[in-house]
């Protein structure tokens, strides 16, 4: 899977990119680390305790620090467009 930030093209992993399209779908709205677990894993898989940290990790590292926000104790974010300030650093984002 790809997309592009500001015209470079970045690969994601299968799982990152469902991770990174959930969160997308739901801006504005906290998840939790169990609601990502269930939007990335089938009933069968067997999950490692800290899979959706890793998972965000990556995502940060490729897509920048500032898109994916952690509500401490809580789960993750992505702030809805417009409600970020001017200066947020948030980079233009569009699939391939």
Do not use: M
């Not at 990174?20 to 894993?41: H, P, T």
């Not at 509500?71 to 980079?91: D, K, M, N, Q």
């Amino acid at each position: 899977h790809r997309l592009e930030i500001n015209g470079i093209p970045v690969t994601l992993s299968p799982r990152e990119f469902t991770l990174l399209q959930v969160l997308l779908e739901n801006a504005g709205r906290v998840l939790s680390r169990q609601r990502l677990i269930e939007s990335l894993y089938g009933w069968d898989d067997s999950i490692d305790s800290n899979a959706v940290e890793v998972f965000i990790h990556h995502l940060r590292k490729k897509v920048g620090p500032g898109l994916i926000r952690t509500v401490r104790g809580i789960g993750y974010l992505i702030e809805r467009p417009g409600c970020c300030a001017p200066s947020s650093g948030y980079p233009p984002y569009s699939p391939c």
